[in-house]
């Protein structure tokens, strides 16, 4: 586990585990779940959190940019060219790169508009951005991405909030047989056991934000998640017995009494 190292764009991180930033009933709250969970890495509504007006409260009071990476994103956009504008306003206020690209097709559903995201990817990589894609859970999709320049895929679980777990299991498989790059869940994480799930399946990190901010008790719930993706990738690297269909038993045959 020494050498099991959780790295994106050459920068290492210690946590698997990405914490979103929205939904808590307050800065102080959100701030607790983050250190309880151990991440590293916080997503940042640009869109929807106050981060100029130093009148009301600020994110940045209770969580130290210098301490934790913030990972602006594109939430609440429709279209590329809001994206992108969303995208160069973080740069210009905080010198942000690393950046999480979501790109939404309705606001019924928030499944991604994956024309429009692949459009935003080739502009924010060509403009020196490094850029985590919010995206289907579709192997195709994937690796259009990733030949586009993508520092990250993050395939959908199931619908933004659903709590649904991961449905397409198959399909997760098969994006991380074919790529490369750090594989993150992003969406539909419902508690600890879709956490750990989706790091069993040999996901490289999991994004969540409702599953704690919306839980009864999310402090706890926050330290779940940080246990539970501990746990799956320890799995995942140990390695599954094979399935069968039939007992084994687990005594020795020979020198039986």
Known sequence: MDKDHFIIEKK????????????????????????????????????????????????????????ITYMPNTAGCFTSNEALRTLRLAREIGGW?????????????????????????????????????????????????????????????????????ILNKVNIKIIRKQTKLPLIIDAGIGDAADAAEAMQLGCDGVLVNTAIAKSKKPLLMAEAMKLAVISGRKSYLAGRIKFNFFGSPSSPKKGII
């Open 12 to 67: 290492r991180f210690k946590s698997r585990l990405i914490v979103g930033t929205g939904k808590y009933k307050s800065f102080s709250e959100c701030a607790k779940a983050v250190k309880i969970s151990g991440a590293d890495i916080v997503t940042v509504a640009v869109r929807r959190v106050n981060i100029t007006d130093k009148k009301k409260p600020l994110l940045m009071d209770h969580l130290d940019p210098k301490k």
């Open 97 to 165: 790169k690393l950046v999480k690209l979501e790109v939404l097709g309705d606001k019924k559903n928030l499944f991604p508009d994956m024309e429009e995201t692949l459009k935003s990817t080739n502009v924010l990589v060509k403009e020196g951005f490094k850029v985590m894609v919010y995206c289907n859970d579709d192997p195709l999709a994937a690796k259009k991405l990733e030949d586009a320049g993508a520092s990250a895929i993050m395939p959908l679980a199931s619908p933004i909030g659903s709590g649904l777990g």
